[in-house]
């Protein structure tokens, strides 16, 4: 019989990658999201509508059996967290909480947990588990909290991947799934838009300790991500332990590079603009991911220009707009 895999967030837009590279790894799957910000249109399996702090709701449905869950949803904007910490502790630490507890009362000892590199303390080197932690936004504080109830768990049996995504990035190759957020905060869809339409890229500060001044990141495409979850979950099935492990591609790329490689794309003129630094960013982050290599045997297969055609190629013809929680 099929393993059963519930799939917090599942709608969104790496949850919903997720699910489909599960489904195609032969999991029986089943998303549990509650389309604040996710797209029905993007789930194609079993679907329920649910609140992750909704603990009763979120009981019954573990109690159906599960053989473990990944889990992905939350609040993900570096720059909102400033506005609404309160929100971000709640929906990110109250739901990871509820959904630990609910995982403990029905048995289901196998997680995989969307953490990220927002965790890492400014660094000019490439990054790898062992550096030291000092979140800057109170949304990445929210990850550590989690990551830490994770480990405490552990004692309980738990065993659990915390993947430390760095930035994700790209769509199907079909395009029929890809970046739907409204407000749309990332980087690359963002400049996407605003080539197609003729107007600036708003570059967040260009005095930032890097080869160019503007901030340097390291984009991994979602397929890689799914994929990555995928033996994340083989192998805590098969009795692993898990840990914490990033996911990225050692490759940095700068916003100038990324408003370039865009332009390219397109072929279209982008505008670069500057404006002020965004709260909570870090200069510079650039994975190291041997040790995920090592544990996960996974290596990216796709590069930034294949992230940024997929992106562009979905941006033409995207399949749903914008989420229910739109503004
Ligand atoms: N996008 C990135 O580059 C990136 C990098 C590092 C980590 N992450 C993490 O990956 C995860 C997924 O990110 P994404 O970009 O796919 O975001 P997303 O907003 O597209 O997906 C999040 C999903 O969670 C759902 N959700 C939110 N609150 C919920 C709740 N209380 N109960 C049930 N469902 C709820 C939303 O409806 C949405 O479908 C997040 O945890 C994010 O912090 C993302
Ligand atoms: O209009 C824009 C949008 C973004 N940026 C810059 O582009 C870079 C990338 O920004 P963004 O795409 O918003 O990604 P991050 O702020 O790096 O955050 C993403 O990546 C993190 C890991 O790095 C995850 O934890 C977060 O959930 C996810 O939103 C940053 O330097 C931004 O300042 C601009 O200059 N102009």
Known sequence: MAARVLVTGGAGYIGSFCARALTAAGYEVVVADDLSSGHPEAVDCRLVELDLRDR???????????DGVVH???????GESFEAPGRYVDVNVRGSLSLLDAMREHGVDCLVFSSTCALYAPSDEALDEDVALAPLSPYAE????????????????????????????GAAADASLGE????????????????????PLVV??????????TCVRDYVHVLDLAEAHVRAMERLLAGAPGEALNLGTGRGASVREIAAL?????????AVELG?????????LV??????SRSLDWTPRWGLEDIVASACAWHRAPRYGPGRGAA
Not at 72 to 78: K, Q, T, W
Not at 204 to 213: A, I, L, N, Q, S
Not at 287 to 292: L, P
């Open 56 to 66: 009763a709701g979120l009981g019954r449905l573990l109690g159906e059996g599960f």
């Open 287 to 292: 994975a190291r991911a041997t040790r995920a």
């Open 204 to 213: 967040f500060g260009d005095d930032y300790p890097t080869p160019d001044g």
């Open 72 to 78: 992905l949803a939350g609040l993900i904007s570096v």
């Open 142 to 169: 929210t990850k550590l909290l989690i990551e830490r109830a994770i480990e405490l768990v552990r004692r309980q049996g738990l065993r659990a991947y915390c993947l430390r995504y760095f930035n994700a990035a």
């Open 262 to 270: 865009v332009s390219r794309c397109l072929g279209r003129e982008l």
């Open 180 to 199: 739907a957020h409204a407000p749309e905060t990332h980087l690359i869809p963002i400049a996407i838009e605003r080539a197609s339409r003729g107007q």
């Open 276 to 284: 002020p630094r965004r709260l909570g960013d870090q200069p510079s």
